[in-house]
């Protein structure tokens, strides 16, 4: 089993910035990917970004360029600076843990932390 705790979201002003981590702790393989997804209200959850053990990393079109994604192998833990945050990246974002488990890919969850963006 595999437990994933975020911390860092809270209520920031457009243009400011916001630091999230993920730490992760159970059963982690050492083949594995690392993400963050976002929730808005009414909306469907969404990739904002992915980083590999190896640090292959992958974005969503409307966070490029004004966040970033890396991980810290050593402690197991994923973070996402976030800078000029806009109105538009209110949302709940999650932590996802993807790793192969006896040849099935399984996906794990934070709870999840709330990002909001005043105009």
């Known amino acids: 089993q595999v437990q994933l705790v975020e911390s860092g979201g809270g209520l920031v002003q457009t243009g400011e910035s916001l630091r999230l981590s993920c730490a992760a702790s159970g059963t982690i393989f050492p083949i594995n990917a690392m993400g963050w997804y976002r929730q808005a209200p009414g909306k469907q959850r969404e990739l904002v970004a992915v980083?590999?053990?190896?640090?292959?990393?992958n974005y969503a079109d409307s966070v490029k360029g004004r966040f970033t994604i890396s991980r810290d192998n050593a402690k197991n833990t994923a973070f996402l600076q976030m800078n000029s945050l806009t109105p538009e990246d209110t949302a709940v974002y999650y932590c996802n843990l993807q790793q192969g488990v006896f040849g099935t890919i399984r996906d794990y969850w934070g709870q999840g932390t709330q990002v909001t963006v005043s105009s």
């Open positions: 980083i590999t053990r190896s640090s292959s990393t």
